[in-house]
């Protein structure tokens, strides 16, 4: 079965550094989602592709966030700097086009900046 | 900001025994999903209802929806041990985005 991919699993920084997540949708899921969730909490939307354009990133904090979706399939997550506040798991996923409300979910970037 | 909020927050029971975990919400809806989420995974699709639906059945889960009440419940009968997880509800409020706002989720645990 088709799963959403992301790496890495775990990744522990230093604030100010910089720190990139990478995810891979199913394919042919035209729709990607990055969100964060903050320990005891569900995950909150920080930006919504379709395809390689951005359609929601109101809830990204711009200043120290990018996204892209360069060709419209895998798609990188970055922070530069990382602040202490941003410790949190980084989820992926995806949608397949059309009516399908249902989101496919990777296994998360779990980041720890210190 | 999340829209839903689960209620219990934790719940605690023994295997065999029946789960129930509800949902409030403040926005209309188009669809509201649950999903469950073990611990330190990313989240697995469980069950859709849509706006219309009042009722739904997909093998030991039972979703209801009362829209003039904002609120949803998911009950899980029969829970075994492997059910232990937290459960999340998201709504769809509509719009061709598909953007789903989560709540807090219930953490379920099911004791062997």
């Known amino acids: 079965e088709a799963e959403v991919a992301q790496s890495p699993r775990y990744k522990i920084t230093e604030k100010s550094q910089a720190v990139a997540f990478w995810c891979d949708p199913i394919?042919?899921?035209?729709?990607l989602y990055w969100y964060r969730q903050i320990l005891g909490q569900g995950p909150e939307l920080l930006v919504q592709?379709?395809?390689?354009?951005?359609?929601?990133d109101s809830q990204l904090p711009k200043d120290r966030f990018s996204a892209e979706r360069l060709k419209g399939v895998d798609s990188t997550l970055k922070i530069q700097p990382a602040e202490l506040g941003d410790s949190a798991m980084y989820l992926c996923?995806?949608?397949?086009?059309?009516?399908?409300?249902?989101?496919?979910f990777g296994p998360g970037t779990r980041l720890t900046v210190t | 900001s999340q829209q839903g909020e689960e209620d219990p927050q934790a719940l605690s029971i023994q295997e065999g025994e029946n789960a129930t975990m509800n949902c409030s919400y403040k926005?209309?809806?188009?669809?509201l999903q649950w999903y469950r989420q073990n611990s330190g995974r990313g989240l697995v699709h469980l069950i859709l209802?849509?706006?219309?639906?009042r009722e739904k059945h997909s093998g030991r889960l039972r979703v209801t929806l009362d829209t003039s009440k904002k609120s949803s419940s998911l009950l899980i009968t029969a829970s075994r041990a492997a059910d232990t997880a937290s459960y999340f509800c998201?709504?769809?409020?509509?719009?061709?985005?598909?953007?789903?706002?989560f709540g807090k989720g219930t953490l379920l645990t099911v004791n062997p």
């Open positions: 996923a995806s949608r397949k086009q059309g009516t399908s409300y249902e989101q496919y």
């Open positions: 394919s042919g899921h035209a729709t």
């Open positions: 592709f379709q395809d390689e354009s951005v359609v929601d």
């Open positions: 926005t209309s809806i188009n669809n």
């Open positions: 209802i849509r706006s219309n639906e």
């Open positions: 998201a709504t769809d409020a509509g719009g061709s985005n598909y953007k789903l706002t």
